[in-house]
């Protein structure tokens, strides 16, 4: 079955670190990868997004590659704020586009 | 830009009484889905519809149920709300493989 795999929080950092959350995925057939950010008291919002093998999301400064060999799609930024304290959602939708499946979320706090 | 509304941002109900939680999106959007975010347990889905009057149960329906009258408005029920829904519930629609999700609701049942 699809399922989606995202590294424990939580994760804090001081401000110009360089930030990665991993994330791997387990899916049938050719499912896209995204990553949700969620921030305090909010719903989630893409955050990026990528279809197919190869790709590379990007938002923010935010990157991340699908990666088919390794089933994973790594979460980087190269120097994090304090605004980018939220909770961030590995999800993949499978190849009908219709079912959906996250992982648990990883929680980052940026400190001053 | 897509817009999914949910009716309330916080909601305190007692132990027994029934609640509705209402989620409208304004893009013609045919799939939509309620989950409950709980921490540690990420987001876990309750119902979806792929069109009016249709629904399907997801991983956790015990306990709700939802209604599809109108393609933009689907909406949750908890028939007696109990202590152990007290979470926070999002709703979503879909378009081509890609979620849109609204604020959320607070909800605390005491």
């Known amino acids: 079955g699809n399922s989606v795999t995202q590294m424990e929080g939580p994760v804090t950092l001081s401000e110009e670190a360089f930030l990665t959350i991993n994330c791997t995925y387990t899916a049938t057939g050719y499912p896209s990868l995204f990553w949700y950010v969620q921030y305090p008291g909010e719903g989630l919002q893409l955050l990026l997004k990528?279809?197919?093998?190869?790709d590379k999301g990007s938002n923010k400064g935010f990157e991340a590659t699908y990666r088919k060999e390794t089933t994973s799609f790594h979460l980087e930024k190269g120097s994090v704020q304090v605004s980018d304290s939220a909770v961030y959602f590995c999800a993949l939708s499978d190849h009908s586009g219709n079912q959906f499946y996250f992982g648990t979320g990883t929680s980052l706090t940026v400190i001053p | 830009d897509v817009k999914v509304t949910q009716s309330s941002r916080y909601l305190v109900k007692r132990t027994g009484e029934k609640v509705f939680l209402e989620c409208v999106q304004d893009?013609?959007?045919?799939?939509m889905f309620w989950y409950r975010q709980d921490p540690g347990l990420g987001l876990r889905l309750i119902y979806f519809?792929?069109?009016?009057?249709?629904?399907e149960k997801g991983d956790i329906p015990e306990g709700y149920s939802v209604s599809r009258e109108k393609k933009e408005r689907f909406s949750l029920i908890l028939e007696s709300a109990s202590t152990n829904q007290t979470s926070m519930y999002l709703c979503?629609?879909?378009?081509?493989?890609?979620?849109?999700f609204g604020p959320g609701t607070r909800l605390t049942v005491t």
């Open positions: 519809s792929y069109d009016v009057k249709m629904k």
């Open positions: 979503a629609s879909s378009f081509e493989g890609e979620q849109y």
């Open positions: 893009m013609d959007h045919e799939n």
């Open positions: 990528a279809t197919k093998a190869d």
